[in-house]
């Protein structure tokens, strides 16, 4: 199927936790959920400890992950960072707030950059049912190297989608822009360093964050004509846990009902 130098492509599946949303991704194992969906056989499936007050809990906890084979591996950020920021010839405080937005996405990409392909869900991101999108990416990637990027539509925004694209095929849209909620990429071209490029079109993204992974990944595709594509027929779909203390879990249930 796939001939692009590569007879069985390695893709690694990567997610992150965090303080506000490890209790629902790995005390309630949604993290099964989220890897269950893509109906796909990965190579590997990896999650990111990142700014967590507790690491030695959660460490228990996905040690009990690995065990029942949710997972393969998981990796604390703050291990890594120094020798990520190096690797990609950054600084720190270039991110501003957006450090933390971004370091686990970065760490993932290094840790995992001898691989063909990674799919990063953000931890309150998850496909709206099961389905292989994987394989159809493969072939995007494969007919087309300017494609960087292939997601699902998100939110079921298939207007929107739509509208953004500059082209249209048969089964997806092809457009700039990038989202770290939920992408695929390949592997060669993000482990380069290619996150210090800036472009007008990537102020959109909140002021909040600062110089962000998600903006910087945007600039440096609008800068060198590099674009991602977006599937017509399947979204993901993404909730905000941001005050997990107020948590509804009945939200939670209804994401497992989709």
């Keep these: 199927m796939f001939s692009e130098n590569i007879k069985n492509p390695k893709v690694i599946f990567s997610t992150k936790c965090w303080e506000n949303d490890w209790k629902i991704l790995l005390k309630k ?3 099964n959920e989220i890897i269950n969906r893509n109906d796909f056989d990965f190579a590997k499936k990896v999650l990111m400890i990142n700014n967590v007050n507790d690491v030695d809990s959660i460490k228990k906890l996905s040690d009990e992950l690995v065990n029942k084979k949710i997972i393969d591996e998981y990796h604390i950020v703050k291990q890594y960072e120094n020798e990520v920021l190096k690797y990609f010839n950054l600084e720190k405080s270039s991110f501003g707030k957006g450090y933390y937005y971004s370091i686990a996405e970065m760490m993932e990409i290094y840790l995992y950059r001898n691989c063909d392909f990674l799919v990063h869900f953000s931890g ?19 007919n087309n190297r300017d494609i960087v990027v292939v997601n699902p539509c998100w939110n079921q925004k298939y207007r929107e989608a739509k ?13 700039p822009g990038f989202s770290d909620q939920c992408y695929m990429i390949r592997l060669s071209e993000f482990s380069k360093q290619i996150y210090n490029h800036n472009h007008p079109s990537s102020e959109r993204y909140p002021k909040y964050a600062d110089n962000l992974f998600e903006k910087r990944v945007d600039a440096w595709m609008r800068n060198c004509h590099k674009y991602r594509a977006t599937l017509k027929n399947i979204s993901y779909l993404h909730k905000n846990w941001t005050t997990l203390s107020k948590f509804s879990f009945s939200l939670f249930n209804r994401f ?3």
Excluded: H, R, T
């Design 29 to 31: 194992q949604f993290i």
């Design 124 to 142: 309150d991101s998850v496909m709206e049912k099961k389905y292989n999108w994987i394989i159809p990416a493969l072939e995007i990637f494969q």
């Design 256 to 258: 497992k009902a989709v």
């Design 163 to 175: 509208k953004e694209a500059i082209k249209e095929f048969d089964y997806y849209y092809l457009g």
